[in-house]
């Protein structure tokens, strides 16, 4: 099991910035090994969980959504298998809760697709007001 725990939401004027973090811990099944992967999902009201933006912890190659591209960032924090999502010019439809979510499969690079991640932290509500 992978315990995924997600911190930092909260309410913003449009236009504002806000930083979510996600530190992973436990280990899976009887083999110890690095996570590979995060990423940061999010869930609007009555939509379908969209996928945001993803990180390899080995490599820091990262991928991001269009709506988010330029104003989001993903990064590898000091501690292990923690990462941060820097939220920078905030607009209304950026409203959602937020999910962090772990990767463990062998990839080249990070993936968008929301099947492949194998746990999920408990959400964080970001709402911006206009």
């Known amino acids: 099991q992978v315990q995924l725990v997600e911190s930092g939401g909260g309410l913003v004027q449009a236009g504002g910035s806000l930083r979510l973090a996600c530190a992973a811990s436990?280990?899976?099944?009887?083999?110890?090994?690095?996570?590979?992967?995060m990423g940061w999902f999010r869930q609007a009201p009555g939509k379908e969980r969209e996928f945001v933006a993803a990180?390899?912890?080995?490599?820091?190659?990262?991928t991001y959504a269009d709506s988010v591209k330029g104003r989001f960032t993903i990064s590898r924090e000091n501690a292990k298998n923690t990462v941060a999502l820097h939220m920078n010019n905030l607009k209304p439809e950026d409203t959602a809760v937020y999910y962090c979510?772990?990767?463990?499969?062998?990839?080249?690079?990070?993936?968008?697709?929301?099947?492949?991640?194998?746990?999920w932290g408990q959400g964080t509500q970001v709402t911006v007001s206009s």
């Open positions: 979510a772990v990767d463990l499969h062998y990839r080249p690079l990070p993936t968008t697709e929301r099947s492949a991640y194998d746990y």
């Open positions: 990180i390899s912890l080995g490599s820091a190659i990262t």
């Open positions: 436990g280990r899976t099944s009887s083999i110890e090994r690095s996570i590979d992967f």
